[in-house]
Structure formats: structure tokens, C-alpha cells
């Protein structure tokens, strides 16, 4: 029994230690990769960012004042490959997506509205399954 | 195959990948040469799990988007209304010095903006001291505050600062698992931001009018977002006292519903139309009242 606790200690902290790295590595690569792609425009507060894997998906709704332009930045790391994002009206319409590859979309926007930004990561066939930091980055400017 | 024999393959398992893993590690303290190694590695790791996810992430407006909206439609900057910098000298649990944190994040962000630079910096230095208190006093280093008194003229440089260290106190409180902090601040700050908008309402223009209107959506998002950390008591209190704000939003009128237009004007995506949010006189009464009431709760001492 003693052996089993002293196992499922050392477990837990392994997960506890892979949580925190990971973490960690996610602030560091949002800090050098993404925050520059906002250039001029003044970051929003919230940090959001999480660990992916291919095939994972992540949403982010927040209100985009009038009169007010903005920078969407969805920063990637490049082993998730061709991560595609997209924006989306408070009703559930597409208004654009990154066909391109763009990893930022500038926008103007009349009225205060709540805007939805979708990502998704696509599949991977490798053997071996990566995953990696993926950042959405809000900036602002007048 | 027994318990033990599982948990032994379980952890060697894991000590392999997390050998793995460790080559492809976080370098960033590495600089010339090993720089390029670095960016290519850093945020990717053996994966930890096969099931895939859809992540959700909540954000609200931070105070300096909505300082940035509420002086162009010429509301005048009135230091009487910031909160007293004693706040930051009291003792306190974490989550009062978080409340009281996101209280001085909106009054330096409303200076920055107003281009109050010897106010802007008071508020700093508070942010400064209760940021030591909540364990991330790395996010405002003496360098950053002398890099913003030698550049106090210069309204550009303060907001960055100003923005740079929230977004970094936002980040190290989440990654140290102290969400429900964060979530304190971004709701601390949005009340307080919504406050200094609402105290000269006499002559206010309907440009003014409006976009105090338009803070029922950013109370939804702020809401939404203190709502997914919601098994801390300091967080159901906030959503507590809260309701009676949500409530003094009621007479809000979202106006006709109206699909959004797209253009793209090189490379700009102009998003037109969508509802137009107003409120009348006594509906932004009852929002003003409602809000100083909380705030002045808030930043009372505890």
C-alpha cells in the first residue's frame, strides 16, 4: 500500500511538473512570437492561451467597441501546422476567416457589437503527437 | 498485471516523455546564437493527451480601451473621483488586494489616457505595491517604473507600460493558478471604469450616453468570465454584488436587430451596422447609482 501512495505521489507530481512546464513554455512563446505581431496597437489585458493538440478547437467571444480598430492576433506554434481561425457575428455568422494563413486580421467596427473568434487546429497523421502554445492576442488602437 | 507494476509502467511513461519533452524545452533565457533554436522549440512538447478539446476563453475590454472611448466623447478627468491611494497600503486577504488592484488598474489607465502622467505614476507605484503583496511584483520591476517617470510626458510610453503590466500580471496570476485573482481585477476594473464614466452625467452628449449604453455588453463579458471561477467565495460575492447593476441595465434598449455589413477596405475588415445600444436619462441614472454603490463598497477600507 505504502509503495502504491509513494507511485501515485510520484505521478501526480510528474503531471504537476508537465502542467507547469507547459505553462511556462506557453508564456515565453506568447511573450517572443506573438506579442510583436501587434505592433503599435495597445494589448488588451486578458492573456489567453492554452496547450493544443491537432484537432482541438478554441472560442473567445468578447464585445469590440465602435469606433475602435483592433488587432486579432491567433499566434500558433508551427508543429500544430496550419492553424485556421475565424470571426464571427453574435448570431453565428461567418464575417471572415484566414484563408490566407494570416496569422492576424485588422478590423474597423462601426457599432459595439460581441464578436466571436473560432480556431480551430487541424488533424495530424505523424506518429508521434505533438502539441503546442496557441495565443489570441487583442489589440487596440484609435 | 498488478497496481503497483501499472503505476511503475504509468511513471516511467511519463519521466520518458517528460525527458523528451525537456530537449524541446523552454530556452528563453538562452540569447545569441542559441536564440534561433529557441523560437523554433519553445511551446511545443510531446503531446500528454490523444482526446482532443475545444477550449474556451473568456476576455473582457480592458479599462484603458474603455478610458481611450469615454474621453472622446469629452468627458473632463476629475482626480477627486480616483480611488485614495491608501488602499494600497492596507492589510488585507489576496482577494481584497486584487479587488483593490483592478480599482487602480482602470484609475491609472483613465490618467494614462487623460494625459495625467504625475497621477498616472502615483497609481503605478500603487499598483507596484499591491502587485509585491499578490506575489507578482516582477510584472512592474524598478527599471519599468523609471522607464515611465523619464518618460512621463510621453502618454504613448505610459499607456504601454501601463497595458504591458496588466497583461502580465493577468498572465502570471493565471499560470500560477490563481484565476479567480485575475478574474477579481478584470471585474474590479471594469466597475471602476464604468464609475469615473458616470459621475459628471450633467450635459453629458448622447455620444456619452451610448456607450455607458453599451457596457451592458461588457458586463456580460466580465460576468462570463468571473462566472467560470465561480467556486471561489470571493468570486460569488463580486457576482453578488453585481446583480443589482445587471439589474439597473434592464432599461437598456438593444435597439432593432440589424445584420452587420462587411467590407474589406485593404486589408481592413470595416464591420458596419449592428444594433445600436441607448438608454434614457433615467436608465443611465439608475446605472450611475447602481455602479458608485458598488464601487464605493469596493474601495472601502476592509
Known amino acids: 500500500m505504502k509503495a502504491e501512495m509513494k507511485y501515485t505521489i510520484l505521478l501526480l507530481a510528474s503531471f504537476a511538473f508537465f502542467a507547469a512546464e507547459a505553462s511556462s513554455q506557453c508564456r515565453a512563446f506568447t511573450k517572443r512570437n506573438c506579442l510583436p505581431i501587434l505592433e503599435d496597437y495597445t494589448q488588451n489585458d486578458n492573456y489567453n492561451a492554452a496547450v493544443l493538440i491537432p484537432g482541438d478547437a478554441a472560442e473567445l467571444d468578447m464585445a469590440f467597441y465602435g469606433g475602435v480598430n483592433y488587432r486579432v492576433v491567433v499566434c500558433s506554434h508551427p508543429v500544430l501546422g496550419a492553424v485556421e481561425f475565424g470571426l464571427y457575428d453574435s448570431q453565428g455568422n461567418s464575417i471572415w476567416r484566414n484563408t490566407d494563413g494570416s496569422d492576424h486580421v485588422d478590423l474597423s467596427i462601426e457599432n459595439t457589437q460581441q464578436l466571436s473568434i473560432r480556431i480551430s487546429v487541424p488533424q495530424s497523421d505523424a506518429a508521434l503527437i505533438h502539441e503546442g502554445c496557441v495565443s489570441i492576442m487583442l489589440g487596440s488602437k484609435d | ?302
Open chain 2, 1 to 302: 498485471m498488478s497496481i503497483q507494476s501499472l503505476f511503475r509502467k504509468s511513471l516511467t511513461f511519463t519521466i520518458a516523455v517528460a525527458a523528451l519533452s525537456w530537449g524541446c524545452g523552454d530556452s528563453s533565457t538562452t540569447n545569441g546564437a542559441g536564440d534561433d533554436h529557441s523560437a523554433a522549440t519553445e511551446g511545443a512538447t510531446l503531446a500528454q493527451r490523444t482526446k482532443t478539446l475545444k477550449k474556451i476563453f473568456r476576455a473582457a475590454p480592458s479599462p484603458m480601451e474603455t478610458a481611450r472611448i469615454i474621453q472622446k466623447e469629452g468627458l473632463p478627468f476629475n482626480a477627486d473621483y480616483l480611488c485614495n491611494l491608501s488602499l494600497a497600503d492596507q492589510d488585507g486577504m489576496s482577494t481584497d488586494h486584487a479587488i483593490h488592484l483592478g480599482l487602480y488598474g482602470a484609475d491609472v489607465s483613465y490618467a494614462s489616457i487623460f494625459q495625467k502622467n504625475a497621477e498616472a505614476l502615483q497609481y503605478l507605484e500603487a499598483v507596484k505595491t499591491l502587485s509585491k503583496e499578490l506575489g507578482v511584483g516582477s510584472i512592474l520591476s524598478e527599471d519599468i517604473i523609471s522607464r515611465a517617470e523619464k518618460n512621463r510626458a510621453n502618454r504613448d510610453t505610459i499607456v504601454t507600460i501601463v497595458s504591458r503590466a496588466f497583461f502580465d500580471l493577468n498572465q502570471q496570476l493565471k499560470s500560477a493558478g490563481h484565476e479567480d485573482l485575475s478574474g477579481l481585477v478584470v471585474a474590479a476594473g471594469w466597475v471602476e471604469g464604468l464609475y469615473l464614466a458616470t459621475r459628471e452625467l450633467d450635459g453629458a452628449t448622447d455620444g456619452l450616453k451610448q456607450r455607458i449604453a453599451e457596457q451592458k455588453l461588457i458586463l456580460e463579458d466580465v460576468l462570463d468570465l468571473i462566472d467560470s471561477y465561480s467556486d471561489s467565495p470571493a468570486i460569488e460575492s463580486m457576482i453578488s454584488q453585481l446583480q443589482p447593476v445587471l439589474i439597473a441595465f434592464d432599461g437598456v434598449d438593444s435597439g432593432e436587430e440589424a445584420a452587420p455589413t462587411v467590407d474589406n477596405q485593404e486589408g481592413v475588415i470595416v464591420i458596419s451596422g449592428g444594433n445600436e445600444l441607448r438608454a434614457d436619462d433615467e436608465t443611465i441614472s439608475a446605472i450611475s447609482e447602481a455602479i458608485a454603490l458598488l464601487r464605493n463598497n469596493l474601495a472601502k477600507a476592509s
